[in-house]
């Protein structure tokens, strides 16, 4: 399984991004999925995570109503738009995916199976 992330970058405070990520392999694409962020000097935290056919999402009090998470089994691919950018969402991000038979949606950094590679957002002005 590889998960290929796109997107990302430097934008201005109240700026908006979308990140991607495409999968690959077998029978990936029905698998609980999130997207995480590392901020400078701190731990990975969950940001969104939505459920295997994409009807249930979960995101983090901070990015509520800001972020959206999304995904297109037809595709193989996930993507977070994140909207209204702050300062304090300048992280590291990565999409993860948990290869289980039974979790439908998975919010514990620790229980995801498959990572990207990561991309850098930048917001600063």
């Known amino acids: 399984v590889q998960l290929v992330q796109s997107g990302g970058g430097l934008v201005q405070p109240g700026g908006s991004l979308r990140l991607s990520c495409s999968l690959s392999?077998?029978?990936?694409?029905?698998?609980?999925m999130g997207w995480f962020r590392q901020p400078p000097m701190k731990a990975t935290d969950i940001v969104a995570a939505?459920?295997?056919?994409?009807?249930?999402?979960y995101y983090a009090e901070s990015v509520k109503g800001r972020f959206t998470i999304s995904r297109d089994n037809a595709k193989n691919s996930a993507y977070l738009q994140m909207n209204n950018l702050k300062p304090e969402d300048t992280a590291v991000y990565y999409c993860?995916?948990?290869?289980?038979?039974?979790?439908?949606?998975?919010?514990?950094?620790?229980?995801?199976?498959?990572w990207g590679q990561g991309t850098q957002v930048t917001v600063s002005s």
């Open positions: 993860g995916l948990d290869w289980s038979p039974i979790a439908d949606i998975t919010t514990a950094v620790f229980e995801y199976d498959y």
């Open positions: 392999g077998r029978n990936v694409a029905t698998f609980p």
């Open positions: 939505i459920n295997r056919n994409g009807s249930t999402t």
